[in-house]
């Protein structure tokens, strides 16, 4: 166990529809990180909050949106959904940003669905 | 932009052997970081082993080694005295020295038979 926590872990839903999954880091951790593994792309970051703040950008569509709240939970939100979307979503969490020793904690991840 | 090329898609290995798992990555950054991550069946990320670039000392876990050739650009991962929880899924990861961004290779699935 981590210690980052994901939910939910499962989400199945239609074409066209938004979800939103939510992750906790780690206690202590201050940066969050996203994370889509599908069969077609692989594992690719898509976003990094440090602290509340919008740290790095990877290859996230418009259609995807991040936020990370006070309480340093974040949550990725998922719009007009197409089939391509299916994959497994991980969250991780780090104590900073930056530095050798800033090893990311990965949770079980969100298997998102969509048909 | 870097990439991480991982041109083994399945290895397998007998119970108690030594297997060897390939990357490469190319770059034009001096100062960086390799990881090797383990994804079982839960599809768990977990992190086996760290090398950074600055460092010419081939990082080591317990089983688990690398061998860093910087001017190859080639850090491959050797898994020693092979046990049956180590099969699994092994991605190859880059990140630079000034970002926190993951770069992952396409993975390797590693079966252990007994």
């Known amino acids: 166990d981590s210690g980052v926590t994901q939910t939910p872990k499962h989400l199945i839903t239609a074409t066209g529809q938004r979800v939103t999954l939510r992750c906790s880091p780690r206690?202590?951790?201050?940066?969050v990180y996203w994370y889509q593994q599908s069969l077609d792309q692989g594992l690719q970051f898509l976003i990094q909050?440090?602290?509340?703040?919008?740290?790095a950008k990877g290859n996230i569509l418009e259609r995807f949106s991040a936020q990370q709240f006070p309480d340093l939970h974040s949550e990725l939100n998922l719009s007009s959904l197409e089939l391509g979307d299916s994959a497994l979503y991980f969250c991780?969490?780090?104590?900073?940003?930056?530095?050798?020793?800033?090893?990311?904690?990965f949770g079980p991840g969100t298997r998102l669905t969509v048909l | 932009a870097q990439t991480v090329t991982q041109s083994q898609p399945e290895m397998s290995v007998q119970e108690a052997e030594t297997v060897t798992l390939s990357c490469t990555y190319d770059?034009?950054?001096?100062?960086?970081?390799l990881f090797w991550y383990k994804q079982p069946p839960s599809r768990q990320m977990i992190l086996v082993i760290r090398?950074?670039?600055?460092?010419?000392q081939n990082a080591t876990e317990n089983r688990f080694s690398v061998n860093f050739q910087k001017a190859a650009k080639s850090f491959s991962l050797k898994i020693s005295d092979s046990q049956l929880g180590d099969a699994a899924m092994y991605f190859c990861?880059?990140?630079?020295?000034?970002?926190?961004?993951?770069?992952f290779g396409t993975g390797t699935r590693l079966q252990v038979f007994p």
């Open positions: 991780a969490s780090s104590q900073q940003t930056g530095g050798a020793v800033n090893e990311q904690f």
């Open positions: 206690s202590g951790d201050l940066s």
């Open positions: 909050y440090y602290n509340g703040e919008e740290r």
């Open positions: 770059t034009s950054e001096s100062d960086y970081y």
């Open positions: 090398q950074e670039a600055y460092k010419q």
């Open positions: 990861a880059y990140r630079s020295a000034d970002t926190d961004k993951l770069i």
